[in-house]
Every structure is written in C-alpha cells, then in structure tokens.
C-alpha cells in the first residue's frame, strides 16, 4: 500500500496522559499537513511541514501540542497533558508540493480522552 | 463570518434524484477549490477540482460563481452509494496549500 499511512488508529487515554501519533506520508511527497477533526465538523489545520521544515502552525496548536518530522519523511504528533477536548479525529495528509496542491489523507488516528 | 460556509444537512433524497449543495468562500483572491467527500469514520477523498467557471465528471458538477464567491456541486440520478459527507474545500496557495473545509453537508440517498 503506497498510500497515507497513521499509527495507530485508535487511540484512548486518560486525562493528563501524554500521547504520540505517527504519520508515514507517500513517498516523494515534500509536504505534510495535521489536520483535527471532531464530530460534525470538517478538518481544521493544525501545522505543515515541508521536508524538515515546520513553516505554520494554527492558533489551534497549543503550547501542549508539538509535531515534528525530524528527516523529512514520517511525521509525529505529540499532545502532552491531554484533555477531554482533545478528543478528536487526527488526520494525516501528503502532497507533492510542487506540481500539484492535492492533499491525499490517511486513515486517522481517533484519540479519545476519558 | 466563516471562511468557508456549507448547509450542514442532511439531504434526505431518493435514488434517481438530483441533488445540489452549496457552499460560500470568504476569500475573494482564492482561484481554485475542491470538493471531497467522505464517508462514515474515513478519510476525506478528493471528488473534484474546481479551477474556473466549472468542472464536469459523470454525474457529477461543479460550478463556481466568482462574483457572488459561491460554489455548488450538483448530483444527478443519485444512487445509493453516493452516501456520504461532501466537504466544500478552498486551498490557500499562498500559505503552504494548507485547506480550509467548510462543515460539510451530509447526503442519505434512500431506495
């Protein structure tokens, strides 16, 4: 499968717990995007990469949250002290960057904070 | 006010139906948009690109209105598969080609 892939997909924690999702994007593509998720809502950006570089982050990316991805390829997203409003539906999402601006997804790693 | 706005639904239509969704954009210097859809507990999958007064794809079409900062996607002889959330998406180029989607408008086609 050369697509989008997350681990894990399937996530519950409790409250004050630190947790970490990883992104494998498709290869060659230099761009990747976090997007979060809740129930009735469309994706809302989190952060993008290109290559190595973390070049925006949205006001929704508190101080709790980190992501990296550290040799270009595979991404990490870190939520430390984790609360119940971070339930949600973390998605992955690639893009060649250069010819092309279309985002291909993961499955999602559903985080569910008790 | 949002920047990308849809009827959340749902759209409760027969099969055979034709079905329409809209959707407003705020950023009137946005070129280009996209609808995917997205089905129960998966990922959103692009459906289709919108780069200028529309696109065509089977049963399938897109329309933008650059004036009124508007797009629509029309459904023709629904079917049963066409289930599913469609997310009104506008790309902003100029800031990583990172996407904003609208709330998404949930379609049940029933037999």
């Known amino acids: 499968d050369t697509g989008v892939s997350q681990n894990p997909r399937h996530k519950i924690t409790k409250r004050g717990q630190n947790v970490t999702f990883r992104c494998d994007p498709i290869s060659e593509h230099n761009r990747l995007y976090w997007y979060r998720q809740t129930l009735g809502q469309g994706p809302e950006f989190l952060t993008y990469f290109q290559n190595e570089a973390q070049l925006e982050k949205s006001r929704l990316l508190s101080d709790r949250f980190s992501a990296e991805r550290p040799k270009g390829s595979f991404s990490t997203l870190e939520i430390q002290r984790t609360e119940q409003g971070d339930s949600a539906m973390y998605l992955c999402?690639?893009?060649?960057?250069?010819?092309?601006?279309?985002?291909?997804f993961g499955p999602g790693t559903r985080l569910t904070v008790t | 006010r949002k920047e990308v706005e849809q009827d959340p639904g749902p759209f409760n239509v027969p099969e055979g139906a034709t079905v329409a969704f809209n959707c407003t954009y705020s950023n009137s210097a946005s070129q280009s948009f996209f609808w995917y859809r997205q089905d129960c507990r998966k990922e959103p999958k692009l459906l289709m690109s919108v780069y200028s007064s529309g696109n065509e794809d089977g049963r399938f079409t897109a329309q933008l209105n650059r004036a009124s900062q508007y797009i629509s996607l029309l459904i023709r002889d629904s079917k049963l598969s066409d289930s599913a959330t469609y997310l009104c998406v506008v790309p902003f180029y100029n800031q990583g080609g990172k996407l904003i989607f609208g709330q998404g408008t949930e379609l049940s086609v029933k037999p």
């Open positions: 999402a690639s893009s060649p960057g250069t010819s092309s601006y279309e985002q291909y």
